[in-house]
Each structure stands twice: as C-alpha cells, then as structure tokens.
C-alpha cells in the first residue's frame, strides 16, 4: 500500500521566506509526527498529532515553525521568515496509534534556505 | 536527562557475519528502547523495539539486548548481507502513552563482499 509521502522532495528558498512542507500519512493513521534531520544526526522530534489536535509541540525550536493537521489526515509544517540555520531534511511520520514505536516514515523534504 | 549515544559512528562488517551495533543511554525512566534504520535518501525504518522490564527480544535475523545495570542497548544482526547497509540509529521513547521518541546519532554499517 502507499506509504507516507513528503512534498516537494526538495526546497531551495532564501532567508527571511516563509515555506510550507506537507505531509501525507499512512490512510487510517491517527497519529502524525514532524522531525527535523541535519547532516549526520539523527531525527530531532518537533511535534506530534494525535487526530487533529497538537498532542506535543515542545521540539519547535521557536514561534517561527507552526504546524497544523485541520482534518486530521493531511499536515503542513510552516516556517516563517527562514534562516540558514533552518536548513535540514524535515522528515514526516505516522503510525497507526498514539505510543505506537513503530512509526512509518516519509521520505523527508530537504529544506535549504540560501 | 535524555540521552542517548553511541559508541561508534562507523561499523565495517564482512558478508555474512554478524554484526552487533552498540548503543548507551542515561535516562532510566524510559519505557522502550528502539532500533531504526535508515537507508540513504530515505526515512528511518522501524526495525525492532524492547520494553524497559525486559533483557532481550529477538526478530527476524535481529536480537536487540538491554543490560539495564550499565545502560547498555544493542542491535544483533545475524549473517549480515549487503541489504543491512544502513545507518542505525537507538531510540528511546520516555513515555509509551505518548509518542516522542528521542532518536541517538547513529551508526554507520558497511558490509564487505
């Protein structure tokens, strides 16, 4: 079956930009998850969905990002005035139940803010 | 506090042996430990996880251990083939009625022919 999908792959903007990342989770997944991935590290968690509601927003590194999931399917993660240090591949998961480990994982966005 | 690390970032491994991928944590309270790989251009996949209360908790062709005297997590891959190259990344998830996972920085594995 389809998997979770990311878009757009990639994402070249310039600082002070505002972008949007969308997210499809698995059909029938109630949770949904926002990582951020830099070079060599390993996903940092930003926020969770279970349903529609933000269950956990504590990783957003600031007012900046802001993430939402209004029908409980689809999410779109939004940064605003973007800096170079947002640069990253923003990975994108869900799994069928909140406290699930196995949690399924889109093939990410790179984002590069120039 | 939550931390999770691993002893060696790169793992070279000959075809067909086993490979055994280490991985130390700090925080005591967690609920489950938890391994992933990640293929290059790809998401992390979910590979095998172990409740806190347990010792060890085998899959297919994967072991994954968990020494809780020295904090001590590892990922056993019998008869490794050139499919297992991967970055594997321990992961911790502190709260298993939530759903934050911590994820550490991972190792490399590299199969030799």
């Known amino acids: 079956g389809a998997g979770v999908s990311q878009t757009p792959s990639n994402k070249v903007t310039e600082k002070g930009k505002y972008v949007e990342l969308r997210c499809d989770p698995i059909s029938g997944h109630t949770a949904l998850y926002w990582y951020r991935q830099s070079l060599g590290q390993g996903p940092e968690f930003l926020i969770y969905?279970?349903?529609?509601?933000?269950?956990?927003d504590s990783g957003l590194p600031n007012d900046r990002f802001f993430a939402v999931r209004p029908e409980g399917s689809v999410s779109t993660l939004k940064i605003q005035r973007t800096e170079r240090g947002d640069s990253a591949v923003y990975l994108c998961a869900s799994s069928l139940y909140e406290g699930s480990n196995e949690q399924f994982f889109g093939p990410g966005t790179r984002l590069t803010v120039l | 506090g939550e931390s999770v690390g691993l002893h060696l970032p790169t793992l070279s491994v000959q075809e067909g042996d086993n490979s055994i991928i280490n991985c130390a944590y700090s925080?005591?309270?967690?609920?489950?430990f938890i391994w992933y790989k990640q293929e290059s251009g790809k998401g992390p996949q979910f590979i095998i996880d172990i409740r806190s209360n347990m010792d060890k908790r085998q899959g297919q062709r994967v072991t994954v251990l968990l020494n809780k005297t020295v904090k001590h997590l590892s990922l056993q891959i019998a008869a490794t083939q050139p499919g297992d190259s991967a970055v594997y990344f321990c992961a911790e998830n502190i709260d298993s009625s939530a759903s934050k996972i911590i994820f550490g920085s991972g190792t490399r594995l590299s199969i030799r022919p």
């Open positions: 925080n005591s309270a967690s609920d489950y």
């Open positions: 969905f279970q349903g529609t509601g933000a269950a956990d």
